[in-house]
């Protein structure tokens, strides 16, 4: 989108990963490949579109990635069980160290 000429975007990913949305939207504007960092975008992305919890989800990402308390997900909404949130931290622990865009 930011290669259209976009000035930002609306994502769920936003307030998860926004250094990995600024990193797509500072290469694009710098004229360098956006490709890196889109790849990472993507694949934060994918663990939002494949899970039927994604609420849950969102939730536990942001206790990783922002610092915030786990707070529990209002019925009739579930939340990620142990196992659960065990695969996801381990997915998610590479994109921890690279918040500095």
Do not use: C
């Not at 694949?43 to 899970?51: A, E, F, I, M, Y």
């Amino acid at each position: 989108a930011y290669e259209g000429g976009v000035a930002g975007t609306i994502t769920a990913a936003g307030n998860l990963v926004p250094h990995l949305i600024q990193a797509v939207r500072q290469a694009v504007l710098n004229g360098a490949d956006p490709a890196g960092p889109q790849a990472s975008l993507n694949v934060v992305r994918g663990w939002l579109n494949q899970s039927p919890l994604m609420h849950a989800v969102t939730k536990f990402l942001l206790t990783l990635f922002a610092d915030l308390p786990l707070t529990a997900v209002r019925p009739p909404l579930v939340d990620l069980d142990d196992a659960q949130k065990a695969a996801l931290a381990a997915v998610a622990t590479p994109f921890l160290a690279a918040t500095d865009v």
